[in-house]
């Protein structure tokens, strides 16, 4: 069974950066892509970054230019660096691991205030 364990989220100010990271249990080259995505009060999941095994990313428009995702196969880890936070980022991020099929982590919460 495949286990994400997102860490580093917390409360930042507007303008502030944090650093989102996913272990995973065990080998992410085995995985097609991975991924974060968010979730705020109200409204649906949505994409925030991908990376695929070959390297590829792909970005929400809301996030292109302030966040960067990177993937380390060696250490089994998938980052988010997440700067130029905005109120509006702020929501419970999820970590994602694609085969298929698709894996979840329990979420850590980002709190950005204005």
């Known amino acids: 069974q495949v286990q994400l364990v997102e860490s580093g989220g917390g409360l930042v100010q507007a303008g502030g950066s944090l650093r989102l990271s996913c272990a995973a249990s065990g080998s992410i080259f085995s995985f097609v892509s991975m991924g974060w995505y968010r979730q705020a009060p109200g409204n649906e999941r949505e994409l925030v970054a991908a990376?695929?095994?070959?390297?590829?990313?792909n970005y929400a428009d809301a996030v292109k230019g302030r966040f960067t995702i990177s993937r380390d196969n060696a250490k089994n880890t998938v980052d988010l660096q997440m700067n130029s936070l905005k109120p509006e980022d702020t929501a419970v991020y999820y970590c994602n691991a694609y085969r298929p099929p698709r894996y979840w982590g329990q979420g850590t919460q980002v709190t950005v205030s204005s």
């Open positions: 990376i695929t095994r070959a390297g590829s990313t």
